[in-house]
Structure formats: C-alpha cells, structure tokens
T-cell receptor, first 112, second 114 residues
Framework: AQSVTQPDIHITVSEGASLELRCNYS??????LFWYVQSPGQGLQLLLK??????LVQGIKGFEAEFKRSQSSFNLRKPSVHWSDAAEYFC??????????FGAGTTVTVRA | ETGVTQTPRHLVMGMTNKKSLKCEQH?????MYWYKQSAKKPLELMFV???????ENNSVPSRFSPECPNSSHLFLHLHTLQPEDSALYLC?????????????FGPGTRLLVL
C-alpha cells in the first residue's frame, strides 16, 4: 500500500540551531513530493516541492529538502531556526495527479 | 481580499442540526478541494471539483454534501453529523486538478459536533 511516514511526532529545537524533519514514502515509482507548514490557526502553506531534476530543492523561509531515491526519503532542513518556525510540518506525496497523501505531521517547538 | 477564505472559522453544532461551510478562492483557480484534518491523523481528501464538476468523492458519508456553484465558491453542507466528525475542515484550490499544481489552503473551519 502507498504511504507517507513522518517518524517524528514532535521535535524541540533551540532557536538558532539546525532542524531536520524526516519523511519517507512508499510508492511504486517516484511521486511528486511536497512539504507544507501549518501555523496555529492557519491553513497549510507550501514550503517547497520536488517533481524532477536537482534533488536538492530550495523553498521559502530558508528551508530546503533533499530527495534520496535510494532511501525513499524527502527530508526537510533549515540551518538556523527562528521562533516563528514553530508550527506543524506535513510531508505530502502525489503519484501523478491532485491526490495528495499527507503524513501525520511533525510538531516543531522552538525554545529560546 | 486575496487567497482562500473560509467561513465560519469555528462552528459548534448538535447532531440534528443542518449547517454549511463556505469556501471562496480569489485566485482564479479552476479546481477546489475539501479536506478533513482530525487530531494526529493525516489530512484526508474528501471531495474534488474541477471546473465546477465533482471529480472525486473519497468514500465520504452522505451526511456531507458538497456544492460548487461556480469556480470561486465551494460549500460543504452538513446534516445529522456524528461526534467523530469533529475536526478541522480545510478548503484548498489549485489552477488545475493535476499533481503539478500547487494547492493553496484556507485557514479552515474548526467544527465541534455535540
């Protein structure tokens, strides 16, 4: 069965420290890959997406993600987090159309 | 107003009530979506409309009834809901209904069914 896994339910990181959020998928072929962020009381905002080409993708707010086909992973990173990065982060995949499948999300807490 | 808006932002209803959720997109998109977000569960796609025609009904109970009168508006009519239907209901839109198109989300309606 096709699935998206975010192994970390909750991550706490200090302001200024680096952040990495993990995402693994299980699909027959390489799907389209997305990372969304949801701030409290808000809808989801797209951070970045990967369709093909360079496996290191740059997104908004200083985020990047790396696609690793051999590991079926699409991990999200940020070198130095800001307090405003506290939010819930969702990895999503789409086989080849609009049918996004989301992971359960990772909540990020930023401590001063 | 820009982006995707949803009203109301919060709704409390009894199991015998009838209510409607409204979504409006100001992006000139042709596709609109309803998602359900329950606590600690992945977002679930409920319905998809493309050019005002329903193209996806993801095994959603009939107590949820969508309506898309035009490409800018999407409604979700609710009747005889159950407590387990309490969730955040998110609306999204995209230029077309293909995986290549970014979906833009509204802030959601937080629904509580008593």
């Amino acid at each position: 069965a096709q699935s998206v896994t975010q192994p970390d339910i909750h991550i706490t990181v200090s302001e200024g420290a680096s952040l990495e959020l993990r995402c693994n998928y299980s699909y027959g072929a390489t799907p389209y890959l997305f990372w969304y962020v949801q701030s409290p009381g808000q809808g989801l905002q797209l951070l970045l997406k990967y369709f093909s080409g360079d496996t290191l993708v740059q997104g908004i707010k200083g985020f990047e993600a790396e696609f690793k086909r051999s590991q079926s992973s699409f991990n999200l990173r940020k070198p130095s987090v800001h307090w405003s990065d506290a939010a819930e982060y969702f990895c999503a995949v789409a086989p080849n159309d609009y049918k996004l499948s989301f992971g359960a999300g990772t909540t990020v807490t930023v401590r001063a | 107003e820009t982006g995707v808006t949803q009203t109301p932002r919060h709704l409390v209803m009894g199991m015998t009530n009838k209510k409607s959720l409204k979504c409006e997109q100001h992006l000139g998109h042709n596709a609109m979506y309803w998602y359900k977000q329950s606590a600690k569960k992945p977002l679930e796609l409920m319905f998809v409309y493309s050019l005002e025609e329903r193209v996806e009904n993801n095994s959603v109970p009939s107590r949820f009834s969508p309506e898309c009168p035009n490409s800018s508006h999407l409604f979700l009519h609710l009747h005889t809901l159950q407590p387990e239907d309490s969730a955040l209901y998110l609306c999204a839109s995209s230029q077309e209904s293909s995986g290549l198109e970014t979906q833009y989300f509204g802030p959601g309606t937080r629904l509580l069914v008593l």
